[in-house]
Nanobody
Framework: QVQLVESGGGLVQAGGSLRLSCAAS??????MGWFRQAPGKEREFVAT???????FYADSVKGRFTIFTDNAKNTVYLQMNSLKPEDTAVYYC?????????????????WGQGTQVTVSS
């Protein structure tokens, strides 16, 4: 079993920054990801990182968001800079034992509970 717990969500003004964290426990996962979901919309891919140091970002956040891990702490982070109101959503941490599993939410087997990020104009 894998358990993921997100934290760090909150309210921030447009142009500001926020850092989300996801603490993982249980079996080792080779792929970590961040997704977000706004009301009435499908869960969308944000960023992923996999064993070996590879990362990939959605075009909507590229250059503004950074995913990184602290393996000693079993924690993955999402640093969000230059936030826009369009970034407002519930953000979810995801994990999978496979490597480089992709950008679709269905590919990830484990999920955190989500943390709300609200960006005001």
């Amino acid at each position: 079993q894998v358990q993921l717990v997100e934290s760090g969500g909150g309210l921030v003004q447009a142009g500001g920054s926020l850092r989300l964290s996801c603490a993982a426990s249980g079996r080792t996962c080779s792929t970590m990801g961040w997704f977000r979901q706004a009301p009435g919309k499908e869960r969308e891919f944000v960023a992923t990182a996999w064993s070996g140091g590879g990362t990939f970002y959605a075009d909507s956040v590229k250059g503004r968001f950074t995913i990184f891990t602290d393996n000693a702490k079993n924690t993955v982070y999402l640093q969000m800079n230059s936030l826009k109101p369009e970034d407002t959503a519930v953000y979810y941490c995801a994990a999978d034992i496979g490597i480089e599993v992709g950008t679709r939410a269905q590919y990830y087997d484990y999920w955190g509970q989500g943390t709300q990020v609200t960006v005001s104009s």
